[in-house]
């Protein structure tokens, strides 16, 4: 099915920037929010981000209006009944996004494929609120979209093959990299993501062996295009922290949210945006009275105790590539596209090729040794994912015996 028009719902951050990389490719594209006025400055939004692309002398500024004639904002969502494919980006509430899909339900063509940009719901509850299930899927954009070529493709449990094929193929028509993940809590990326970025405060909260900053750092050296709290301010704490919660509600203990991330939330430390996270963004007197983040590292190692190890970037990244051995042994993706996800998804390094590209470099049996060894000191968080041990029983070792993840 080719699709001609594409409509956004949720003219926020997201919407624009998806709407932007739509008109981008040549298609024309609606706007919808809650009232008229959000949905014209999410247009408004789209014409910034090309405006930033002209004053980089990426773009002229004819071709920019060329673009904006793609752009329309709708008085409603009745506005969008004669487009190919809806684009939802509303609020992270499921019961937000069920009333919305209801009401497309009853506005759109019933060809029309109904799309999700959720980070973290499920696509079958969302479906389950339409007569279209096999219509509805999702379709996750990175932040930001014009710029990251990741887009994950989640069907749900009722979504038609043919719907899937579609939305590949108009993601790739936008120049985009689709990759099919099975439906579980975090996709692919959030759910590897989460555990990384998780480590790196627990290493933090743990023993102090490295700063923020020298953690960043050597993350960054690794290849990483951000350190971890460099990532988690950006991203804002608060939402990662609901990323940790609705992960470890889904896989149990060890995906438990880091207490030091807990803290900081409470505190109001939720990043660039409050003006502080992990860094401090303002001056103290901009600030005003906050607890700094050595106090509420002070408090939480006293309910939890403080271990004494060295820093090393084994921790996050080895939490990483368990969670992706996991991920391929319940079949929510193949191992290559784990690795593209990560890349395309999160900036892992390209060199290193993702996570499983580089467990297989490091060495199958040196990865299983060494997350036994965390196992022991840190917890049952580290149990090896047991495909990791058949591997090293069956001489799948890595790169250097020629059989991996990958073929050599
Ligand atoms: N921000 C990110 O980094 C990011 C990345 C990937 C996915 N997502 C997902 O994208 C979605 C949107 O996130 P965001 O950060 O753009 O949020 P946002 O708060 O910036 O925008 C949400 C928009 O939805 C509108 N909205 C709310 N209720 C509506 C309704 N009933 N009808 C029409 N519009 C309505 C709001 O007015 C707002 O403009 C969420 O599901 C989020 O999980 C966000």
Redesign the pocket.
């Known amino acids: 099915m080719y699709i001609y028009k594409v409509g956004v ?7 624009a920037q998806i709407a932007e990389v739509v008109s981008y490719a040549g298609v024309p594209v609606m706007l ?3 009232q008229e006025t ?1 949905a014209k400055r ?1 247009v408004e939004s789209v014409r910034a981000i090309y405006q930033a692309r002209v004053d980089k002398g990426k773009m002229t500024p004819e071709q920019l209006e060329e673009k904006m004639l793609l752009v329309t904002a709708s008085p409603n ?1 009745d506005g969008l009944n004669d487009v190919d494919l809806v684009i939802e ?4 509430d499921l019961t ?1 996004k069920q ?2 899909f209801h009401d497309l339900d009853q506005v759109c063509a019933r060809s029309t494929i109904l799309a ?6 499920s696509i079958s509850a969302i479906g389950a609120a339409t007569k279209r299930p096999g219509k509805v899927v999702g379709l ?4 930001p979209a014009y710029a990251m070529p990741l887009v994950e493709v989640i069907p749900g449990l009722a979504t038609d093959p043919q719907t899937v094929d579609d939305v590949i193929s108009f993601a790739e028509s936008l120049r985009k990299t689709p990759v099919v993940v099975k439906e579980c809590a975090g996709f692919l990326v959030n759910r590897l993501l989460s555990p990384y970025l998780n480590e790196a405060v627990l290493c933090l909260q743990d023993d102090g062996a490295a700063s923020v900053k020298e953690i960043d750092q050597d993350m960054v050296s690794f290849g990483m295009p951000l350190g971890p709290f460099t990532l988690l301010d950006a ?1 804002g704490l608060d ?1 990662a922290l609901e990323v940790a919660r609705i992960l470890h509600r889904s896989y149990g203990p060890r995906m438990a949210p880091a207490p030091l991330l807990e803290a900081l939330v409470k505190a109001g430390r939720l990043g660039i945006k409050a003006g502080h996270g992990f860094y401090d963004y303002l001056s103290a007197e901009e600030r005003g009275r906050d607890h700094s983040l050595e106090y509420l590292t002070q408090q939480v190692r006293q309910l939890t105790g403080q271990q004494s190890m060295r820093w090393t970037r084994s921790r996050p990244l080895l939490a990483m590539v368990n969670e992706a051995v996991t991920v391929l042994q319940e079949d929510v993706a193949s191992a290559r596209d784990i690795d593209l996800a990560m890349v395309g998804g999160t900036g892992f390094p390209n060199d290193k090729g993702g996570p499983l590209h580089f467990a297989d470099q490091l060495g199958i049996d040196h990865v299983l040794q060494e997350l036994e060894e965390f196992r022991q000191s840190l917890g049952v968080r580290f149990w090896p994912a047991p495909m990791l041990r058949r591997m090293v029983d069956a001489g799948f070792t890595g790169q250097i015996a020629g059989r991996g993840f990958f073929s050599y």
């Not at 719902?9 to 919407?15: Q, R």
């Not at 980006?89 to 992270?92: K, L, M, Q, Y």
């Not at 996750?140 to 932040?143: A, D, I, L, P, R």
């Open positions: 719902v949720g003219a926020g951050t997201m919407g919808a929010d809650i959000l999410g969502l980006a509303v609020s992270e937000l009333r919305v999700s940009n959720t980070s973290a719901l996750h954009f990175f932040n991203l939402i």
